[in-house]
């Protein structure tokens, strides 16, 4: 049995195999299929369980809300994301009411498609019960430690923590500060490292090398500033 597999349902303009590619780029399995059918028969042929379809926003001679039903239906799948140009309020009410959250509206790139595709594996959908909204971000952010300051570059962010990408992370329990721009100004908040993702057997191929940090100290203006980002970041990838 392959498990691990991510669906990636093709698009007639081709726009799709641009997200699947973007998946392997990342790390993931991905597999391309033309419709449901093609898709059952090519993970029957692989042996190959599957929790998360990636679909466009509209299928060519298909209704994506019937898509969904039959991929929950016929192949078991737990959670879709949607990536594709950003469709009409009508059609992102329609997938509101099936339960499908998740989104990467263009232009989208690969973190971005890496936050999402992590949430949809782990069941954190926009409404899952979590301490704060958490958004993808592309942020150059400085550290600074035991008098020493270091680069890395924010890829997710929450008014309570960030996760920051960095080849050298601080140990769980290390106290620090982090310097990044939010809302047009640039914060400074003290933070405890949660969890750090480094080289080796225990590594989490589906996150960049970092650290998850939770903030300890933050002022009322960068609350603020925060709160902004996140609300702004939020529309780009939620249905």
């Known amino acids: 049995m392959v498990r691990g597999v991510i669906l ?3 698009s007639e303009d081709g726009a799709m195999a641009a997200v699947a590619a973007g998946l392997r780029r990342l790390g993931y399995l991905a597999l391309g299929a ?5 898709a059952a028969r090519s993970l029957a042929e692989l042996e190959a369980e599957v929790r998360v379809a990636v679909l466009p926003p509209e299928i060519q001679g298909a209704d994506v809300v019937n898509v969904v039903h ?3 239906a016929r192949l078991g799948i737990l959670a879709c994301v949607v990536v594709g140009a950003r469709p009409a309020e009508a059609a992102r ?9 998740l989104a990467a509206w263009e232009p989208w790139d690969d973190e971005t498609l890496r936050f999402q595709v992590n949430r949809a594996l782990a069941g954190r959908g926009p409404s899952a019960a979590r301490g704060a909204p958490r958004v993808p971000v592309a942020l150059g952010a400085s550290i600074r430690s035991g008098g020493r300051t270091k680069p890395a570059i924010l890829r997710s962010l929450s008014q309570t923590g960030a996760y920051l990408e960095t080849p050298r992370p601080s140990p ?15 914060v400074s908040v003290a933070a405890e490292v949660v969890y750090a993702n480094v080289p080796g057997n225990l590594r989490r191929r589906n996150l960049p ?13 960068a609350e603020r500033s925060i709160r902004g980002t996140v609300a702004d970041r939020s529309l780009a990838i939620s249905i």
């Open 70 to 72: 039959e991929l929950r």
């Open 8 to 10: 990636v349902l093709e």
């Open 209 to 221: 090398l970092g650290m998850a940090v939770r903030f300890t100290r933050v002022s009322a203006e």
């Open 93 to 101: 009410e329609r997938l509101r009411a099936l339960g499908v959250e």
């Open 34 to 38: 033309r419709g449901t059918d093609a």
């Open 172 to 186: 769980p329990g290390a106290e620090l500060v982090v310097e990044f721009p939010a809302a047009r100004e640039r």
